[in-house]
Every structure is written in structure tokens, then in C-alpha cells.
């Protein structure tokens, strides 16, 4: 039961984006039926249309549509408010470092010793 519920879920996002295909797939189909009844152009031949008036207003027609649900779907969006008004007034506390205590720091340089064993010099290479 999952598994037919992941591919309608599949199906169902992906095949708007296939829309487009799916119209030019038709207008391949049936070109000649479109060629013949159905495009602007048929009685000018010279303009060699062959349909294709008639794909691109069914695509132009498809992309409207997209783009009206598109601007609906943004419309309907609720929305977040993530400033505040002018009226809003902000205090900020101050702080006196000088009544702080002063921290005193002592380094210990002088004792340590790097490990000598890593400290290897370069081969040296004889130039032939």
C-alpha cells in the first residue's frame, strides 16, 4: 500500500512538469489532422506553418494557465512578520568594565622545550 501511495505521489509532482511535452507529443501526433483543420494558416501554403500556429498558442495558452495558478498558490501563502514597528523603542544596558576585577596572566615560555627527535634536517642532494 505504500509503495502505490509513492507512486501517486510521484506521478502527481512530477507530471506538471511534463506538461509541455505531453502538448508538443499531441501536436507530433496529429500533425496533419492539425495541419488541415485546425491551424490559422492553411489557406496561405507558402507560409509553411504546418501547425505549428496552433502549437504555439496551446503553449502559450498552457503556460498562462501555470502561471495563473502559480500566482494564486503565492498569493494564498501566509505571510510572517519579521519586523516590528517604528514605534517600538529599544533600551540597551550599559556595562562598567572598570568596576571588573583585572585578570593577570603569566606565561611560562621559558620551560618549554620542543621535542628535538622531529627536528630533522633536509637530505642533501649530490648534483652529478
Known amino acids: ?25 499531441y501536436y507530433q501526433i496529429n500533425k496533419e489532422y492539425i495541419t488541415r483543420i485546425l491551424c490559422k494558416n492553411r489557406d496561405k501554403p507558402q507560409l509553411e506553418c504546418n501547425g505549428r500556429c496552433y502549437l504555439a498558442k496551446m503553449l502559450k495558452e498552457q503556460q498562462e494557465k501555470e502561471d495563473q495558478n502559480t500566482s494564486e498558490q503565492i498569493q494564498n501563502i501566509p505571510s510572517l512578520q519579521l519586523f516590528t514597528s517604528p514605534d517600538t523603542s529599544f533600551a540597551f544596558l550599559t556595562v562598567n568594565f572598570s568596576q571588573n576585577k583585572q585578570q593577570t596572566f603569566s606565561y611560562r615560555l621559558g620551560t618549554y622545550l620542543a621535542p628535538l627527535s622531529i627536528l630533522v634536517p633536509p637530505p642533501c642532494l649530490q648534483l652529478a
Open 1 to 25: 500500500m505504500r509503495t502505490v501511495i509513492i507512486y501517486i505521489w510521484l506521478i502527481t509532482t512530477i507530471l506538471p512538469t511534463f506538461s509541455q511535452w505531453g502538448t508538443i507529443a
